[in-house]
């Protein structure tokens, strides 16, 4: 069984960075995209960023792009997420996710793998 653990939670000032990681244990993903997806309270997750199985590929949000980059880290079998120029808006509980497909979906139906989810603030 696959468990995804994200870290690098925290707040931070409008304008700010952080940098969100998430390790998967139970079996390499060598072969699976992996994406990041954000929940507001008493929202649907909606997605951030993903990444396909080799890197290559990668998709954002409208809202996140030019601003969020997304990683492997083939270290901790799974991806990275570094969030610059950080809004208000951006805050939320962040999610791992893994697919069995080697592609990204924007669709959270999509993945069969989550991570528990992390707090991210951004004050004003």
């Known amino acids: 069984q696959v468990q995804l653990v994200e870290s690098g939670a925290g707040e931070v000032q409008a304008g700010g960075s952080l940098r969100l990681s998430c390790a998967a244990t139970g079996r390499r993903l060598n072969d699976n995209a992996m994406a990041w997806f954000r929940q507001y309270p008493g929202k649907e997750r909606e997605f951030v960023a993903g990444i396909s199985w080799n890197g290559d590929s990668t998709d954002f949000a409208a809202s996140v792009r030019g601003r969020f980059a997304i990683g492997r880290d083939s270290a901790k079998n799974g991806v990275w997420l570094q969030m610059n120029s950080l809004k208000p808006e951006d805050t939320a509980v962040y999610y791992c996710?893994?697919?069995?497909?080697?592609?990204?979906?924007?669709?959270?139906?999509?993945?069969?793998?989550w991570g528990q989810g992390t707090q991210v603030t951004v004050s004003s």
């Open positions: 996710a893994a697919r069995r497909s080697a592609f990204v979906s924007l669709s959270q139906g999509a993945y069969m793998y």
